[in-house]
T-cell receptor, first 117, second 113 residues
Framework: GAVVSQHPSWVICKSGTSVKIECRSL??????MFWYRQFPKQSLMLMAT?????????EQGVEKDKFLINHASLTLSTLTVTSAHPEDSSFYIC?????????????FGPGTRLTVL | DAKTTQPPSMDCAEGRAANLPCNHS???????VYWYRQIHSQGPQYIIH???NNETNEMASLIITEDRKSSTLILPHATLRDTAVYYC??????????????FGKGTKLSVKP
């Protein structure tokens, strides 16, 4: 099956710093990538949808100036958490939609655990 | 909001079949039923999807009722590694916001020895 990677798998940073998370589709091209956030014992919450070469679409309540998304190529999307604070500590998961799939299949990365001190 | 209702938790004995129900009474005619699972601290894993016919693959079987208002995911011989949260999601098969995967709370399946 299609593989999606994320880097880093975990990161610890100080409050006020910015953190960048990369999401890559390794063996397929993804016109659309998605970013989710998951707090402990809760379900995944969709943060934003990014299409290659265009601005991301953010879900209601997600600050676009705080969570910067760049989808520069068909295989790479990045999420930058700017001026991170402890409440941003969470499990961030990306997924990618295979452009070849007629069933709109979506494949998930392994997630990045962010801890802000 | 998620369009599905699942029991919050279920237990299953190792080696036995695990039957996970899902209600989706407001499903639209063009929406598929998808199942994903998430093992602790990992990204979700695709399991199976279907429209109206029953489906089977190497991981599981999906039984969809004739009126499409509910479905059941069947793991025929559950193992300890199948312990995970299972998500039932309905969505359109094409792009756009209608094709987004919106996760509900899922069912936490615990397979016990």
């Amino acid at each position: 099956g299609a593989v999606v990677s994320q880097h880093p798998s975990w990161v610890i940073c100080k409050s006020g710093t910015s953190v960048k998370i990369e999401c890559r589709s390794l063996d397929f091209q993804a016109t659309t990538m998605f970013w989710y956030r998951q707090f402990p014992k809760q379900s995944l919450m969709l943060m934003a949808t990014s299409n290659e070469g265009s601005k991301a679409t953010y879900e209601q309540g997600v600050e676009k100036d705080k969570f910067l998304i760049n989808h520069a190529s068909l295989t790479l999307s990045t999420l930058t958490v700017t001026s991170a604070h402890p409440e941003d500590s969470s499990f961030y998961i990306c997924s990618a939609r295979d452009r070849r799939s007629s069933y709109n299949e979506q494949f998930f990365g392994p997630g990045t655990r962010l801890t802000v001190l | 909001d998620a369009k599905t209702t699942q029991p919050p938790s279920m237990d299953c004995a190792e080696g036995r079949a695990a039957n996970l129900p899902c209600n989706h009474s407001t499903i639209s005619g063009n929406e598929y039923v998808y199942w994903y699972r998430q093992i602790h601290s990992q990204g979700p894993q695709y399991i199976i999807h279907g429209l109206k016919n029953n489906e089977t693959n190497e991981m599981a079987s999906l039984i969809i009722t004739e009126d499409r208002k509910s479905s059941t995911l069947i793991l025929p011989h559950a193992t300890l590694r199948d312990t995970a949260v299972y998500y039932c999601i309905v969505r359109a098969p094409y792009g756009g916001s209608q094709g987004n995967l919106i996760f509900g709370k899922g069912t936490k399946l615990s397979v016990k020895p």
